[in-house]
C-alpha cells in the first residue's frame, strides 16, 4: 500500500532563515504531487505541483520554491523566511489523473519568529 | 471559474442524531467533488468522491453524500453522529483546463455534543 510521509512535523524558525521541508511518496511511482498551506487552521492554498522528476508548476508567487529531485520525493524551499510564511505545510499526491483521489500527508507545522 | 461554498462555519449536533454538512459547487461541464476530514494538527482524510453513476455515494466511517444537480450541491451526511465525528469537514472540487487543481471549501467545524 501507498504510504506518504513529511518531515520534519514541527519547526520554529527565526525570520530571515532558509527552509527545507520534505515530503516522500512510498508505494508508487510516477506520482502527481502537490504542496498546500493551510493557514489558521482553515482555507488550502495551493502552492506547488509537480507530475514528474524536475517539472513544478507554481500556483503562487511567492518566496517559495520547490524541487523534484527524485520520483517520489518533493521539497519545499525558502532562502529567507517571513513572518507570513507561518502555517501548516501539506503534501499530497495522487495516481494518473489530477481527478483521482489527492492522498495527503501528516504535515508539518512551521512558525516563524 | 469552479468553486465551492460551505456556508456553515460550524455545525453542532448531538451525539445519535443525525448530522448534514452542507456544500454548494460551482463549475462548468461534469463535476469531481470530494470530502475530506481533518482532525487537529493532522493531515486531510479522504472520506469520499463523486465522479458520475449514483447520486448517493458512500464512503468511510458511515458517511455518505448526496449529488444534486439541480441544485448544484453535494451535502455531506451521516444519519447518526458520533463524538468522535468532531473534527473539519472540507468540500472540494476538481478544476480542469490549465490549472488542474482541486478547489477546496473553507471548511466547516463539526462538534458532536455527547
Known amino acids: 500500500s501507498q504510504t506518504i510521509h513529511q518531515w520534519p512535523a514541527t519547526l520554529v524558525q527565526p525570520v530571515g532563515s532558509p527552509l527545507s521541508l520534505e515530503c516522500t511518496v512510498e508505494?508508487?511511482?510516477?506520482?502527481?504531487l502537490y504542496w498546500y498551506r493551510q493557514a489558521a487552521g482553515r482555507g488550502l492554498q495551493l502552492l506547488f505541483y509537480?507530475?514528474?522528476?524536475?517539472?513544478i508548476s507554481s500556483e503562487v508567487p511567492q518566496n517559495l520554491s520547490a524541487s523534484r529531485p527524485q520520483d517520489r520525493q518533493f521539497i519545499l524551499s525558502s532562502k529567507k523566511l517571513l513572518l507570513s510564511d507561518s502555517g501548516f505545510y501539506l503534501c499530497?499526491?495522487?495516481?494518473?489523473?489530477?481527478?483521482?483521489?489527492?492522498?495527503f500527508g501528516p504535515g508539518t507545522r512551521l512558525t516563524v519568529l | 471559474a469552479q468553486s465551492v461554498a460551505q456556508p456553515e462555519d460550524q455545525v453542532n449536533v448531538a451525539e445519535g442524531n443525525p448530522l448534514t454538512v452542507k456544500c454548494t459547487y460551482s463549475v462548468s461541464g461534469n463535476p469531481y467533488l470530494f470530502w475530506y476530514v481533518q482532525y487537529p494538527n493532522r493531515g486531510l482524510q479522504f472520506l469520499l468522491k463523486?465522479?458520475?453513476?449514483?447520486?448517493l455515494v458512500k464512503g468511510s466511517y458511515g458517511f455518505e453524500a448526496e449529488f444534486n444537480k439541480s441544485q448544484t450541491s453535494f451535502h455531506l451526511k451521516k444519519p447518526s453522529a458520533l463524538v468522535s465525528d468532531s473534527a473539519l469537514y472540507f468540500c472540494a472540487v476538481f478544476q480542469g483546463g490549465a490549472t488542474n487543481k482541486l478547489i477546496f471549501g473553507t471548511g466547516t467545524l463539526l462538534a458532536v455534543q455527547p
Open positions: 499530497a499526491w495522487t495516481q494518473g489523473l489530477h481527478t483521482d483521489t489527492q492522498y
Open positions: 509537480s507530475v514528474g522528476i524536475g517539472q
Open positions: 508505494g508508487t511511482s510516477n506520482p502527481n
Open positions: 463523486y465522479i458520475t453513476g449514483d447520486n
